[in-house]
């Protein structure tokens, strides 16, 4: 099947030899956010708009910090937090409705303001909508592409998150026969490399006891990075830093 722009991150990302691909994929979506955020994009009216009204959360304040590029990111802080003054302003005057002898007292707007600001983000907005549509496109690619097919089923993998996410997505997108094929994959191919890793965990907790320390690691010795990939989809780099 000819792969059309929106199959080939799809694509790209089942060809990375991971406990995840669906990680590796969100995992490029993420730094792709970033590079936008803070690229020519936070002159922009409408970018700057979302981001005065969103903000960012806590790691993706930090990732956005380890690009260097203090005047853009003073920029997208100042007028955000001109926006942030402003809306606790308005709301600080509105005062709390008091309640009556049955009525409910309502939430502080200042409040009520601040807990959604605290769970809304600009990157984890752009990232959302992007893997929304690639959960999508895996599904379409199951019951279009015989190529793709194969290549699902030969992958290592989930982690716990996406496994769900598969699972959680698949009826909105496939039904009947082809929905029923697609769970059955998916649990098989999920659960036989749960195992496998676990495998090689308990052999690299064997070789810490004297009994096996002249026997070979085989494939445990990367066993606990793969293990946080399989349980909380975190990636552990060369220099053994989390991301």
């Known amino acids: 099947m000819k792969e059309k722009l929106y199959t080939i991150p799809v694509n790209d990302a089942f060809s990375v030899n991971c ?15 970033v590079d936008y955020t803070m690229g020519p994009s936070y002159m922009e009216d409408d970018t700057r708009m979302k981001t005065d009204q969103m903000g960012f959360c806590e790691k993706h304040m930090r990732m956005l910090w380890e690009k260097n590029n203090r005047l853009g990111l003073a920029l997208i802080s100042s007028t955000h937090m001109k926006k942030l003054i402003q809306e606790t302003e308005t709301r600080a005057a509105q005062g709390v409705e008091k309640g009556g002898f049955f009525k409910k007292v309502k939430e502080d707007p200042v409040v009520e303001y601040l807990k959604q600001l605290e769970a809304s983000c600009f990157v984890c907005e752009r990232i959302r909508l992007s893997f929304e549509r690639y959960i999508m496109t895996i599904c379409y690619l199951w019951k279009s592409d015989g190529e793709f097919r194969k290549k699902y089923e030969s992958s290592k993998g989930f982690c716990n998150e996406h496994y769900r996410v598969l699972l959680e997505h698949a009826p909105l997108h496939l039904s009947g026969k082809q929905l029923e094929e697609f769970r059955e994959a998916t649990s098989r191919i999920y659960l036989e490399n749960m195992k496998r890793v676990l495998e090689d965990v308990e052999w690299f907790i064997n070789k810490f006891d004297y009994r096996y320390q002249d026997e070979p690691w085989k494939n445990s010795e990367d066993a606990m990075q793969r293990t946080l990939t399989k349980l909380n989809g975190i990636f552990v780099e060369e220099d053994g830093k989390l991301h």
């Open 19 to 33: 406990e995840c691909p669906i990680c590796a994929m969100k995992k490029k979506l993420e730094e792709d956010a």
